[in-house]
């Protein structure tokens, strides 16, 4: 992307403009992260202009970017957990550069009195670090499901589209085994770096646990978000309904069970760390 140094200047001075570091929502897709888009949102977060948005709520203006250097980017490191400098330097400079117009794009439509603000597009968790170097304070809520759930799906969006550049090998879409290794690696990865980097401006949240116990997950969301308690109790009554289980929640017990079995133990390490049950039961 060809930028003029006006075009710099302006995207510079846009983001130099905002008083608040943005909350980034991210996840595997179809993970639930329309939720919690519609809990913050609600709340009062700007999560961006309506015609800028797609069904899901995702911000459109981030989707070139994420398009154009999610995968240069995994073949360069093979992961998720990366430094900015462990990148090629052109590559840096460009991915940088662009998602800083990107995100100069996105608060164009921030009311002039609106002060806290975000996005949510579940492949932003690729590019946490360049987020984090352009937003040192940068808040990032990362949702994850269970993986069995995710590997039958019928949204394998990140799969088709990264698989091959993180692993070095074609995806079987009739397999769902890519599927929970991509699962797998890149949320292990991303809460790794999350974890060292963020600190307590990382919120990881089991979206099982947000429909089990909704009052308490909008709580921590609001919370973590920046909202204080009067402004919590008031979204609270208003995004009471806004958290509902799906009907595909725990789809994977319903699995044959020797599928079942091998998803969990392909996805063992992840499914231990994020406390998913490691042994299929039916029913």
């Not at 961006?48 to 994420?66: F, R, S």
């Not at 800083?100 to 806290?116: E, G």
Request: overall charge negative; some cysteine.
């Amino acid at each position: 992307m060809f930028l003029t140094p006006i075009q710099h200047a302006l995207a510079a001075r846009r983001i130099a403009r905002t008083t608040h570091a943005p909350v980034v929502i991210g996840a595997t897709g179809g993970s639930g992260t329309r939720v919690i888009h519609s809990v913050l949102e609600t709340a009062g977060l700007f999560m961006g202009h309506d015609q800028k948005l797609n069904h899901a709520g995702d911000a459109m203006d981030i989707e070139p970017v994420l398009d154009a250097y999610i995968n240069p980017i995994l073949s360069a490191t093979n992961t998720l957990d990366y430094e900015t400098d462990d990148l090629p330097r052109e590559l840096q400079v460009a991915a940088g550069r662009d998602l800083a117009i990107a995100v100069a794009r996105f608060l164009s439509a921030l009311p002039a009195r609106q002060a806290r603000w975000g996005w949510k597009n579940p492949r932003s968790m690729y590019i946490l670090p360049l987020i984090h170097a352009l937003f040192p304070e940068v808040r990032f809520i990362h949702l994850v499901r269970d993986g069995r759930d995710m590997a039958t799906s019928d949204n394998q969006n990140q799969p088709r589209k990264h698989y091959q550049a993180l692993f070095c090998e074609p995806l079987n879409e009739t397999d769902p085994s890519g599927s929970i290794r991509l699962w797998a690696a890149a949320n292990l990865a991303v809460a790794d770096w999350a974890e060292r980097n963020l600190g307590e401006r990382y919120l990881r949240l089991r979206f099982e646990d947000l429909c089990a116990e909704p009052e308490d997950g909008v709580r921590r969301i609001l919370e973590f978000a920046g909202f204080e308690d009067p402004e919590i109790q008031a979204a609270l009554v208003t995004t009471g309904e806004t958290v509902a289980a799906p009907s595909g929640l725990n789809r994977w017990r319903q699995l044959d069970l020797t599928i079942a079995e091998t998803l969990t133990r392909q996805g063992a390490a992840a499914l231990t760390r994020f406390g998913y049950p490691s042994v299929p039961t039916q029913g």
